[in-house]
């Protein structure tokens, strides 16, 4: 948690306007670095305070998560869902220590939701490192609905085809053979049906009519720009 921890705090010190946020801040990290019963109690109080600025809860709502107290769900779920891809990232860390058992359905809603897509890389990731019974079928189903020509939500789909590998559930093989078809996600759905022990060639034979609906490889790939999810890879990739 240390090295998220301080890349939290740093971000969030050049965000601070004045003074008064400089003051609360530092009672912001003066609180985490107590880890007290008490100083719990005056985070989780700040999550409901009215005219709180996100960062202070963004911090409170992290220390709590990471904590493994619950009271920081709400607040976790709503980052995971928000425009900024760094908090999106910062939201899944903390969530995915928080032991929640709402946080899979959450995360599963999140990424299936076809309105929200630009938003989903996170959650997506989130559900693969959960390893929850709703990752797979929610995988599954994203990606399934984002194998289309010109998709331009293909780093989500491509965290879908990789977390699919990751969680080694048959069920998946459809889904990554039809992947298999478009250009983006060749090689990482034929390294994750490897995982599954179907091979590469069978795969690319399967999916090279297009019957995925998908480009036959060799054409021009789509738009690689995902709306609200500009550098949603840089800084947070180690993370996953």
Sequence with gaps: MEDEFH???????????????????????GLARKN????????ARMLVAVERPLWAREIAAFIL????DKRAFETLVLLLNYRDPVRCATAAY???RLGDP????????????????????????????????????????????LLTPHNPYWRVALACVEG???????????????????????????????????????????????????PARGQDPARDEEPGAGGADSGVSRRR
């Design 94 to 96: 903390a969530l995915a």
């Design 65 to 68: 998560g990471c904590a493994g």
């Design 164 to 214: 699919l590998g990751a969680l080694g559930d048959r069920r998946a093989v459809p889904a990554l053979t039809a992947a298999v078809a478009h250009p983006r996600l060749a090689a990482a759905a034929a390294a994750s049906l490897a995982r599954l022990g179907v091979h590469e060639d069978a795969a690319a034979r399967d999916g090279a009519d297009g019957t995925a609906g998908g």
């Design 7 to 29: 890349e939290l705090t740093d971000r969030v010190r050049a965000e601070l306007r004045s003074p008064q946020d400089l003051i609360a801040y530092e009672r912001l990290l």
């Design 36 to 43: 007290s019963p008490a100083g719990r109690e005056e985070l």
């Design 102 to 145: 709402r946080t899979a359905r959450a995360a599963a809603a999140l990424a299936t939701n076809p309105l929200r897509t630009a938003y989903a890389l996170h959650p997506v990731r989130l559900l693969a490192e959960l390893r929850a019974p709703q990752s797979v079928p929610a995988l599954i189903a994203t990606l399934e609905r």
